[in-house]
Each structure stands twice: as C-alpha cells, then as structure tokens.
C-alpha cells in the first residue's frame, strides 16, 4: 500500500509540472504577441512623429519628410533569449547622422557672415518608446 501510494504521488507531480510547463509556453507565446504589437506601435509612433512634426529648415512645411530615408529607415524588432523578451523601435538597421540631429535638436552657425540655425528635437523614438510601454501597460505587463 505505501508503494502504490508513492506512485501515485510521483504521477501526479509529474502531471502537475506537465501542466504548469503547458502553461508556462502558453504565457510565453501571449507575451510575445503583445511585445511585437508593442513594437509595432512604437514604430507607428516614430512614422507619425515625423509626419507631424513641423520643419525646422523650412518654414511652413508641416513635417520632417524630405528625402523620406529617415521615415523609410523606421524598424521594430522583437527578440526572445530564455524568459527575457526584448523589443526595439527606432532606426535599428539604416543610421543616417542627421536622424539623430532631427530626433534630438542642434543649433549651429552664427558668426558675423552666417545667421544661426536651430532645429528643434522631434522625438520620435521617444514617442516609439511611450507608445510600446503604453501597449505593455494595457495588457498587463510592465517593463524591467
């Protein structure tokens, strides 16, 4: 009678833990879905941004697509290592120097021959970055 009970218990411990892995890569794809939409959203975001964010160099132009390479250039990426999921939006693959002089401001020349020029910041990757922890945060989930 002890034995029959002992393997009685170990079949239910392995039943248990079975389930519980069950669950475990359930949660795991479901998180992974949420990241990507996430990802997808910050980079929406990004697009937008540039869309609608007025022209420091020319007065009057409603947003900041010229040649459209930095609005082209917008990626998102979701990867998973372990139980770690990490998700990216921004310029992941193409980088230009002047995305960054766009995303974050500069003001140069002056002198007595140049007037100065002031290009104010856009923040588009931190509107990317605001849209994916509010999709995060809407689905329950938080950043580490």
């Known amino acids: ?3 029959g009970g002992l393997v009685g218990h170990k ?3 392995d ?4 389930a519980i ?3 475990e890569a359930h949660m795991l794809k479901d998180i992974q879905d949420v990241a990507l939409t996430a990802a997808i959203d910050g980079e929406k975001a990004a697009h937008d941004t540039i869309d609608h964010t007025p022209s420091s160099l020319r007065p009057g132009k409603p947003h900041r697509n010229w ?3 930095m ?3 917008l990626d998102a990426d979701v990867k998973r290592r372990g139980n ?3 998700l990216r939006a921004g310029w992941l693959n193409v980088k230009e ?3 960054l002089l766009q995303e974050y401001g500069t003001q140069k020349g002056g002198g007595p021959y140049a007037s100065e020029l002031t290009i104010t910041p856009m923040h588009a990757l931190q509107a990317a970055h605001l849209a994916m922890l509010r999709t995060l945060r809407l689905n329950g989930l938080k950043q580490t």
């Open 15 to 18: 039943g248990l833990l079975g």
């Open 21 to 23: 892995r069950g669950y």
């Open 84 to 86: 770690t999921i990490t």
């Open 67 to 69: 040649t459209y390479k």
């Open 71 to 73: 609005n082209q250039s």
């Open 97 to 99: 120097g002047y995305f």
């Open 11 to 13: 079949q239910v411990t």
């Open 1 to 3: 009678m002890i034995r």
